[in-house]
């Protein structure tokens, strides 16, 4: 080996080093960048090639080779924290649409259904033990009044739920926009990755913002993604291919009539009830996981089962009160309804009036007979009634509560396994420190040699002159 291959091997050697330093000080110098990966100088051993009549046996190698510049990544850990976000994003939408349901339908404070019910059943009550017709009219008053005032309250909550799947539409949408604009970027990242990584060059920084777009898309739709060799990905939402290389797909919302319909409700005409519907090319794109699946689900589910439950407490209202008086006090505003007929929430109202209201088996009106048996006998059912919603409110309160405790849960296991993910790519400034002074004694004794070596070579070549 000639003194030249000596100096060529530390000029390998600083070469490496310098690249080491450089690579550390970049890795520093993005500490706070978020999303960004530590990098890693990949080097061996170069091989001496000898072959041949003048092959030497002892003689070292040919110095350091870099072989790479690597993202310091852990591929499990990284779709683990993806998938754990998404899980937490969907838990945290799902709260925030039961605690408006709560806030729509809830009860608390003294304005509330459960206090409406008690004031009209106190107000049976004070009709059925009237002994007289004194101030029997007012006390019939009081009772339409209250009636109209339950009535008028869950007509309201189910404007609420109504104006609030209204909401959950329009947020569905805005997801969706925000999904298409990170898969279009996310497949213009592929086009420069591929083309930087076939030129020779290094995408690590592309391929850094790559995988925060990907996290972006995960957390809305729980998209899977699928490596390729070329280092681009493929991205599905659902069965469907929303990025597929160079190209993104567009990411729609449809709302249908029902499950079991493909008619489509036209724009500002929907209620709860239709289903929205996500699909890319026609083809069905059911978020598994994200805040745009918490968003449909409250929408298609949650909405319409809140609704149902008004709908069948405002039947049982009506079934209760009517059976027991005797006659239509509840009613409902659409046209076509018979008495009997279930009742919806939205069309509750009272039908009965002071001239033709009954409350004694004596006279239709209530002016002869004391005996107030319709009145106790509606003050009797009223029991069954506030019961009902009593199990109602209940079961809503330890919904809404249930769903709080998973969130809370699901950003837990989100914020460790994220600390797991940057625990292997995130940037340690104590390692990096390590690093860079360990590359520095490389560089300098790298310098040395080569110092060493040209004075070698000076002491040669005045020798023979």
């Known amino acids: 080996m000639s003194t030249f291959s000596g100096i060529n091997t530390a000029r390998r050697a600083l070469s490496a080093a310098q690249l080491g330093m450089e690579t550390t000080g970049q890795n520093i110098a993005n500490v706070n960048t978020d999303g960004y990966s530590r990098q890693r100088v990949d080097q061996s051993a170069s091989a001496l090639d000898q072959t041949g009549r003048f092959t030497q046996k002892y003689v070292p190698g040919d110095g350091v080779t870099v072989t790479g510049l690597t993202r310091v990544t852990d591929a499990l850990a990284t779709a683990t924290a993806r998938q754990d976000s998404a899980a937490a994003k969907e838990q945290a939408t799902a709260s925030t649409v039961w605690s408006a349901v709560e806030n729509a339908i809830g009860d608390t404070g003294a304005t509330g259904l459960s206090q409406n019910l008690a004031d009209l059943s106190s107000a049976w009550n004070d009709l059925a033990s009237k002994s007289g017709s004194t101030g029997l009219e007012g006390a019939q008053s009081l009772v339409l009044t209250r009636s109209q005032t339950v009535a008028t309250q869950l007509v309201g909550m189910n404007t609420q739920l109504e104006s609030q799947y209204q909401q959950l ?67 599905l939402v659902g069965n469907a291919a929303i990025v597929t290389g160079d190209f993104s797909y567009d990411l729609k919302l449809t709302t249908v009539q029902s499950v079991t319909s493909n008619t489509v409700v036209p724009a500002g005409s929907e209620k709860i009830g239709n289903q929205l519907v996500a699909s890319i090319g026609g083809q069905d794109a059911g978020p598994v996981t994200g805040s745009l699946k918490a968003t449909l689900d409250g929408a298609n589910k949650t909405l319409v089962e809140q609704q149902k439950g008004l709908d069948d407490f405002a039947t049982k209202l009506a079934s209760s009160v009517n059976t027991a008086y005797g006659k239509e006090l509840f009613g409902s505003v659409a046209s076509g309804w018979t008495v009997g007929a279930p009742v919806k929430a939205s069309q509750l109202t009272v039908t009965e009036t002071t001239a033709d209201f009954r409350d004694s088996t004596g006279t239709g009106t209530g002016t002869g007979s004391a005996d107030r048996a319709y009145a106790k006998a509606v003050s009797s059912a009223f029991g069954d009634v506030k019961s009902t919603w009593q199990t109602n409110v209940t079961k809503l309160a330890a919904s809404t509560q249930s769903v709080s405790n998973r969130a809370e849960l699901a950003s837990q296991v989100s914020l460790k396994s994220a600390a797991v993910a940057d625990g292997v790519s995130g940037v340690n400034l104590d390692e990096e420190m390590t690093n860079l002074v360990a590359y520095q004694h490389a560089y300098s004794a790298a310098a040395r040699v080569l110092t060493t070596m040209d004075e070698a070579l000076d002491t040669l070549l005045n020798m023979v002159r």
Do not use: C, F, H, W
């Not at 539409?169 to 805005?174: E, F, K, N």
């Not at 997801?175 to 030129?199: D, E, F, P, W, Y």
């Not at 920084?205 to 739709?221: G, K």
């Open 169 to 235: 539409g329009a947020q569905a949408q805005t997801l969706t926009t925000q999904a298409n604009t990170i898969a279009k970027n996310v497949a213009g990242l592929n086009t420069s990755i591929r083309a930087t990584l076939a030129g020779g060059g290094s995408a690590n920084e592309l391929m850094d913002q790559r995988d925060q777009l990907l996290s972006q898309l995960s957390d809305i739709t729980g998209a899977r993604v699928v490596n390729r060799d070329n280092g681009t990905v493929d991205v």
